[in-house]
Structure formats: structure tokens, C-alpha cells
């Protein structure tokens, strides 16, 4: 298969879809790769790291929509990246699609098979292509919600930490899963009094284990957040339904609630946002004030550490990306249910249930779009 991979365009995202490892990965196995001139620029990879490894270099995304059979990306495909699809065609990235009705139905237009990273399960229905991405987006939240805390950025001008003698700030972090845990890893290494929430007593159970009793779990609901909410310093709104929009754990009238100038982290931004006053924001402006709260709202936080999180996503992707091109996406998906799963639009249909409802349009079973698929070709 001709595997190809463009160079990044959503603003400040410096990752890329392939390594040199991968690379080589697909090449060893006989696939041609093809790699747009400076794709890995931003995470430091220079075109001929990837040409060492067998990957032919071109000189635009045109060339690569225009030849690749499998297009890799990171982030959902842009206007433009989306008008280059076409029929056929297997689109294999981030798409984020519940909030986005519009990219959905250009995608269905495009005819293309669109393989989202973010719903693709493992034989234990966790996310592992999501999940290296949210490990690090958890550790960047309570990070940047430190930073935005300080009172030159417009913060209360509170330490996580404190120091002996005067307390420690509060950390509230809403949904346990793994952006969750992992902000909640940093708040304690920075000794905040850190308290995580989730509606899974199970997943609470798994978190007081991981924490050795040094952060309080507590069962989410309405009033339990709304008891918190006037002690915390840093809120982390970290929840997810797989493949469905953020629910609103905070809503507008519940920030006179919190201290003036306390800081929320929405990293559940790229499902629509958990908090009610949310909107996405770009790391160059990362932040907004809505009634003397400060928002932090970066749709893409792994965007930020490229080195770091170029190489996380691609171990993560990179068996996949064989399967799919040893094999197509239907064998691939056939064999893998889990990989059926992150098959979100193909042949015009929309195939997973949580985004067709999402966005108010009509699920096709996947079989049934790919057969279609199979009769049209
Ligand atoms: N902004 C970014 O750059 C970025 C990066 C990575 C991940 N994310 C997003 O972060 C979100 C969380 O991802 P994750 O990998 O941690 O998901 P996850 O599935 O590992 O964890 C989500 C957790 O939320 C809990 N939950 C669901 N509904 C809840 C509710 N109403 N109240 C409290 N808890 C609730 C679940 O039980 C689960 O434990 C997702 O929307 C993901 O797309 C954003």
C-alpha cells in the first residue's frame, strides 16, 4: 500500500504521523511511504532521517493526497486537507467528530474511509490510541494551570504547593480516566490537595490503589461538585463518553461558586468542552476570563511537546498502521473489533453509533457501508 503523510496544518500543531521507526516498519513489509518535505520539521525529524529509512519525500500535501492510499495524519483533517479526499481512499487520524457535524459531513462527502484514532478500543475497551495523548495532555493541564494560577497571568497567585507553613492549594480534577490520573500524578507531585471525581466507583477504586491514599476520590455528581467548587484553585475538566460530546460537568451559574481568578482546564475541549463556558483556544492565546474565571481551553495540549508526543502517538498508531496496510481496512477491521470501532465515516455513512448521534444524522452499520464500498469499486 502507498501510505502517505502531510505535513501538519491545524495553528500550533508541531506533531507528526510517522517516525522514522515507522517508516521503516512499513517499508520492511513492502509498503512505498511517502512523506510531504518537512512534515517532521516541528519534532525535529529531518527529511532525510526519513528517507534513510526508505520513505520517498514530496514536495506538498497535494502530492500526497493525490497518490497515498492510506493518508495518516494527527489532527482532524482541515478545509482544505478535506477537499483532497477522495473516494476510497483511508483516512487514518485524530477526528473528533461529535462536535463537529460539519467536518462529519464533509468527510461522508468525500467518499474516504475515516479511521479515528480517539475510538479505536483493545481487547479491554480502553482507548490505545488516545490514551498516550491524554497521558500527556493530563501532565501539561495541572502544569499550565499552575502557570495561569500566578497572579501576573491574571491567577489568584497561589502555589500548588505551598510551603511549610501555609497550605497547599486545592486541585479538583473531574473525570479519573487517563488525562485524570495523570494531572492528578503532577498536582501531588507538587503537593496540591488534589481530589479526583469520576462516576465509576470502580475506576475510584483503581485511583486510591494508584495513589497510595495521597489524593481523595470522590463519586461525581451535581451537589459533589458544587461543594467543591468554592474551595478549588485549579478545576481540570478531564471526562469523556466515548465517541459522544463532552457532558457539562460545570454550567455558567456554578462559577460564582468558585474564588475570583481560580483557574479551569477543559482538556475535554476537543469532545465540545465539560465546562459550560468553554471554547477552543490555540496555545498562542491560550486562555479566556468568563465571570472572574480564568479558562483554559487548548484543543490540541500535546501540540506543545512535539518531541515527546510525536513519539508517544506513533507507538501507539504504528501496529494499526501495519494492519491497515497489510490487509485494507475491511480485513483489518474484520479481524480487530477494536479497530472496527475507530472506523467512523465510510462510504458516505456515518458507522459509530456515538458520533451518528452526536451529530444527529443516521448510523450505517460498517459492514453494511463497507460492503457498499466494495460493490462501488
Ligand atoms: N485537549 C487536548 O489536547 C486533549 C488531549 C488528550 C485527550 N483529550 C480529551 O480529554 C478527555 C478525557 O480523555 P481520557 O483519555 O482521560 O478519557 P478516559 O475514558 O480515560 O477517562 C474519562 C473518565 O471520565 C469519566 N466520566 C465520564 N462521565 C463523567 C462525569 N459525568 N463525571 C465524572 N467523570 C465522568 C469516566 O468514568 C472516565 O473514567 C477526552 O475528551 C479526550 O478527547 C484532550
Known amino acids: 500500500m502507498k501510505v502517505g503523510v502531510p505535513t501538519e496544518i491545524k495553528a500550533d500543531e508541531y506533531r507528526v504521523a510517522i517516525t522514522p521507526a515507522g517508516v521503516r516498519e512499513l517499508a520492511e513489509r513492502g509498503h512505498e511511504v511517502l512523506i510531504q518535505a518537512g512534515a517532521g520539521e516541528g519534532s525535529a525529524i529531518p527529511d532525510a532521517a526519513y528517507e534513510a529509512q526508505g520513505a520517498r519525500i514530496v514536495p506538498d500535501a497535494a502530492a500526497v493526497f493525490e497518490q497515498a492510499e492510506m493518508v495518516m495524519k494527527v489532527k482532524e483533517p482541515q478545509p482544505p486537507e478535506v477537499e483532497m479526499l477522495r473516494e476510497g481512499q483511508t483516512l487514518f487520524t485524530y477526528l473528533h467528530l461529535a462536535p463537529d457535524p460539519e467536518l462529519t ?3 461522508q462527502d468525500s467518499g474516504a474511509i475515516c479511521v479515528a484514532y480517539e475510538t479505536v478500543e483493545d481487547e479491554h475497551g480502553r482507548l490505545p490510541l488516545l490514551a498516550p495523548m491524554s497521558e500527556i495532555a493530563g501532565k501539561i493541564a495541572t502544569q499550565a494551570g499552575a502557570f495561569f494560577l500566578e497572579k501576573p497571568l491574571g491567577g489568584r497567585g497561589i ?3 505551598g510551603v511549610p507553613g501555609v497550605p497547599a492549594a486545592n486541585v479538583m480534577v473531574i473525570g479519573g480516566g487517563a488525562v485524570g490520573m495523570n494531572a492528578a500524578f503532577i498536582a501531588i507531585g507538587m503537593e496540591a490537595d488534589t481530589f479526583v471525581f469520576d462516576v465509576s466507583i470502580d475506576r475510584l477504586r483503581e485511583l486510591d490503589v494508584a495513589f497510595g491514599g495521597r489524593c481523595s476520590t ?3 455528581s451535581v451537589l459533589a461538585i458544587e461543594e467543591m467548587l468554592p474551595r478549588a484553585d485549579l478545576v481540570i475538566g478531564a471526562v469523556l463518553v466515548p465517541g459522544a460530546r463532552a457532558p457539562k460537568v460545570v454550567r455558567r451559574e456554578q462559577l460564582k461558586l468558585m474564588k475570583r481568578n481560580a483557574v479551569l ?3 475535554a475541549i476537543d469532545q465540545g468542552g465539560c465546562f459550560e463556558t468553554s471554547r477552543p483556544t490555540t496555545h498562542r492565546d491560550p486562555t479566556f476570563e468568563v465571570d472572574g474565571i480564568t479558562h483554559y481551553c487548548v484543543a490540541n495540549m ?3 511537546v512535539p518531541i515527546t508526543s510525536t513519539y508517544a502517538l506513533t507507538n501507539a498508531t504504528q501496529p494499526y498502521a501495519v494492519a491497515i496496510a497489510d490487509r485494507g481496512v475491511a480485513a483489518a ?3 480487530d473489533p477494536g479497530l472496527a470501532l475507530g ?3 465510510a462510504g458516505g455513512a456515518i458507522t459509530h453509533p456515538a458520533v451518528a448521534e452526536a451529530v444527529g444524522g ?3 452499520p460498517l459492514e453494511h457501508a463497507l460492503a457498499l464500498e466494495t460493490q462501488k469499486a
Do not use: K, Q
Open 362 to 364: 443516521e448510523h450505517v
Open 333 to 335: 477491521a474484520a479481524e
Open 265 to 267: 482546564v477543559d482538556v
Open 343 to 345: 472506523v467512523n465515516v
Open 105 to 107: 459531513r464533509g468527510l
Open 302 to 304: 500535546p501540540g506543545a
Open 218 to 220: 470522590v463519586f461525581s
Open 159 to 161: 502555589l500548588l504547593g
